[in-house]
């Protein structure tokens, strides 16, 4: 059965710890889908992980729906939200619901995810109202890296918890079916969690959340860039995929590499005509 919206905010009532990981490519969403996780986050992650930007700031609507649309065909369980990339909901509420319009006719997302407190509620309202579900984003929102001056943990002193925890019940009232709550103390994110009858999909933000989100490449050492404290490596997939690429390397220099069993055949008889024909020796 598809995971919905509604599947996720029954998991925070059942205290069923919801699984979320990016994704952005079918293989991959494929066999995260078969692995059992409950939703799949095309981010705009993408920007940075797939195209090597140094940030999110340069992804565009284009990005967003190629990825989404290739997740959304490996994913027969799990929820599909796609992210809405900077400058695409900011300007305006009539751009925020045409371009997560987009994301759900030509992205094929069951949801959609934005960034930001009380300044976006007008468009988590009317999204939602176009029975378009939002997931909210707050803590590090990572469009706002040059306003940080740099990708650090928020909502450390009181001013800036209590900030984050007015942002998140804002959110709600909005109308989101669930926050990611990312880079906050581990103690602020529980109470938010108590606050919130929405669930809460915590990144760098400790145990307590209802959910957890991580960027794959994180998670399997695939990223060369930077990894975040947070990020646990559950394997190390990028050194053996490198121990992949040297053994084909090396078999394709010495010749070894296509052997018997990898070629196709063709009559002994048919090749002894062609090469009496066109051999020029
Ligand atoms: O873009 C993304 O991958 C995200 C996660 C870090 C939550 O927003």
């Not at 009539?94 to 995810?113: F, H, S, T, W």
């Not at 890296?145 to 450390?156: D, E, H, I, L, S």
């Amino acid at each position: 059965m598809k995971n919905t919206v509604v599947t996720l905010q029954q998991q925070k009532i059942s205290r069923d710890k919801i699984t979320m990981l990016t994704a952005y490519d079918f293989s991959t969403a494929k066999l995260m889908d078969d692995s059992g996780i409950n939703a799949l986050l095309v981010g705009d992650s993408l920007g940075m992980v797939m195209l090597g930007y140094e940030d999110t700031l340069a992804v565009t609507m284009e990005d967003m729906i190629h990825h989404s649309k290739a997740v959304a065909r490996a994913a027969k369980r799990a929820l599909v939200v796609t992210d809405m990339p900077f400058m695409s909901y900011q300007i305006s509420v009539q751009d925020a619901l045409y371009n997560a319009g987009r994301l759900v006719k030509e992205g094929q997302a069951q949801a959609v995810k934005l960034e930001g407190g009380e300044e976006v509620c007008p468009q988590i309202k009317a999204i939602t109202q176009a029975a378009i579900p939002v997931m909210g984003h707050l803590g590090l929102t990572p469009q706002s890296v040059n306003a940080f001056g740099g990708f650090k943990v928020q909502g450390r002193d009181e001013e800036a918890a209590r900030r984050i925890i007015h942002s998140a019940l804002a959110v709600e009232q909005a109308g989101a079916f669930a926050v990611v709550l990312e880079c906050v103390p581990a103690a602020l994110a529980v109470l938010i969690s108590e606050c919130l009858t929405i669930p809460t999909i915590g990144i760098g933000a400790g145990a307590g959340c209802d959910g957890q989100v991580l960027v794959y490449q994180d998670m399997l050492g695939l990223y060369g860039g930077i990894t975040p404290k947070f990020a646990k490596q559950f394997n190390n997939v990028g050194e053996q995929m490198k121990t992949g690429f040297e053994s084909y390397i090396r078999e394709t220099k010495s010749g070894s590499f296509p052997a018997e069993e990898h070629i196709f055949r063709i009559d002994d008889a048919i090749m002894a005509k062609l090469q009496r024909e066109f051999s020029r020796a």
